[in-house]
């Protein structure tokens, strides 16, 4: 333990390297604190570039790769939207909803295989196979008219698809980062917000003037550049884990600070996707936009496709920000506090305007019918900052827990759990709205809870490893 310590301290003090400012902060008195964010004792041999080109390269490929499955998943309203009224228009909302719910449960829950195969075999092949189901997927969702063809196209095809590629482009950052994995993650993970900002107003533009096939074509034209990229730069550094078995071993959640992360990234993801995908239809319920009803819903549906893209804007600096954050204050206190921040946001900003637009003289007044689009901007942008992190930093997280080699075991044995939270978690909102006859306080409140007792499993984790210190880094 004391030898692992002291072959850190010499890297730290490394003059090459003195330029990070991370560096002023080991070499403080106490600063000890930090060494559960820089390394785990399975990784005290191995040493990181921290930069340079191939590793940078590496952080573009999975950027490119980000963008096109994540960007994709951010723009799943603008999709629902737009099928339910046209090729699945005699079906129920809550059959199409199942569309997505197993698209997204498919990105996660595959995971589970696809991170042991990758810690044994490496990233090439996965994410090319992974390419070509998503370009596949992609092209057959344009010509899709059926509900099965949409199961096979969307959920199934682009599901897998998506695992094949996120999974090792978040992996094989952490060959090549320690010190600054928070940032470099942080990274390619706004290659997804940035995919959720244009994706839904490009898609709605193309919609009515090229129609929906080329609309999703010109998707997959986009996503095979991309994916080219992601082909050529995402690499691994490591040799292979010696005797890696491409199973999965559930006895790793034998132990308890990873088993009480993982719940608390399940509780995230529980509520994470519920402003995502109810934000156009709360804003639309609350008469957002109700002024220019005159001109029938197009504005009503293009400010709901503004407030999706304002989130997306807000999310591509959460998820490298914190990320910077994340490496000087310590992953698990950042991921504590963006947490906690969603809570609150929801609180501030999302359950007012609801209330607001309840109230009986909320249509009477031209300055209280300008506050729900104030509110609503407001949360977009303060939600969508602080979830971006949401994303970023739970692979850093789960790294601090495990080796690097075992690094693709453990993060998709977490993520293949909360796959069942993606799966479930909106059915159960659906069932509180429709109680409710259709009121979002019921969703607003149980996406309040998720996100509290996520960042209370947090600070769990945090205070068993290194105490109730507020200044102690971790």
């Known amino acids: ?96 909803a199942w569309i997505f719910s197993i698209y997204i449960f498919m990105s996660f829950f595959c995971g589970l295989q696809i991170g042991p195969i990758f810690d044994a075999r490496g990233p090439k092949l996965l994410v090319f196979i992974g390419s070509v189901l998503l370009l596949g997927g992609t092209f057959a969702l344009a010509e899709s008219t059926q509900y099965w063809h949409f199961i096979l196209s969307f959920s199934i095809c682009l599901g897998l698809g998506t695992a094949l590629i996120f999974t090792p482009a978040i992996s094989a950052i952490a060959h090549y980062f320690c010190r600054k994995r928070g940032t470099a993650t942080g990274l390619a993970a706004t290659g997804g917000s940035l995919g959720g900002i244009f994706l839904p107003l490009m898609l709605q533009r193309l919609f009515e003037t090229s129609g929906y096939r080329w609309a999703i074509r010109v998707v997959g034209f986009i996503f095979l550049l991309l994916l080219i990229v992601a082909n050529f730069l995402i690499r691994s550094r490591l040799p292979p884990k010696t005797g890696g078995s491409i199973w999965p071993d559930f006895r790793i959640f034998n132990q308890l600070d990873f088993a009480i992360t993982t719940a608390g990234v399940f509780c995230m993801e529980w509520g994470l996707f519920v402003p995502i995908t109810y934000l156009t239809s709360w804003a639309l319920s609350i008469g957002i936009g109700s002024n220019n009803s005159s001109t029938g819903n197009n504005s009503d549906s293009a400010f709901g496709y503004q407030l999706i893209a304002i989130l997306n ?151 068993r490893k290194v105490g109730w210190g507020l200044r102690r880094v971790f």
């Not at 490929?61 to 499955?69: D, I, P, Q």
């Open 313 to 463: 804007a807000a999310s591509f600096f959460g998820r490298w920000g914190p990320g910077f954050l994340a490496d000087k204050i310590g992953r698990f206190n950042t991921m504590l506090i963006m947490m906690a921040s969603c809570g609150i946001f929801c609180l501030a900003f999302w359950l007012p305007p609801t209330l607001l637009a309840a109230g009986p003289s909320s249509s009477s007044s031209s300055s209280s019918s300008s506050s729900p689009i104030a509110l609503a901007v407001l949360f977009a942008i303060f939600f969508g900052f602080a979830s971006g992190s949401n994303i970023s930093l739970v692979p850093v997280c789960v790294g601090q827990l495990c080796g690097t080699q075992e690094y693709g075991r453990y993060y998709a044995s977490c993520y293949t759990l909360v796959a069942i939270g993606t799966l479930t978690g909106l059915p159960i909102v659906g069932a509180i709205m429709q109680k409710q006859d259709g009121a979002y306080t019921g969703a607003i409140g149980f996406t309040v809870a998720c996100y509290l007792v996520g960042a209370l499993c947090f600070a769990i984790v945090r205070v």
């Open 1 to 96: 333990m004391a030898s692992g310590r002291s072959s850190n301290d010499e890297r730290f003090s490394d003059p090459e390297k003195s330029f990070d400012p991370l560096d002023g902060q080991v070499n403080e008195p106490g600063a000890q604190a930090i060494q559960p964010v820089i390394s785990h004792p399975h990784d005290a041999d191995i040493t990181y570039p921290e930069g340079g080109l191939q590793a940078w390269l590496v952080v573009l490929g999975s950027f490119a790769g980000m963008l096109s499955c994540f960007g994709l998943m951010n723009a799943i309203g603008t999709l629902e939207a737009y099928i339910s009224r046209n090729q699945l228009a005699a079906y129920e909302s809550s059959t199409i």
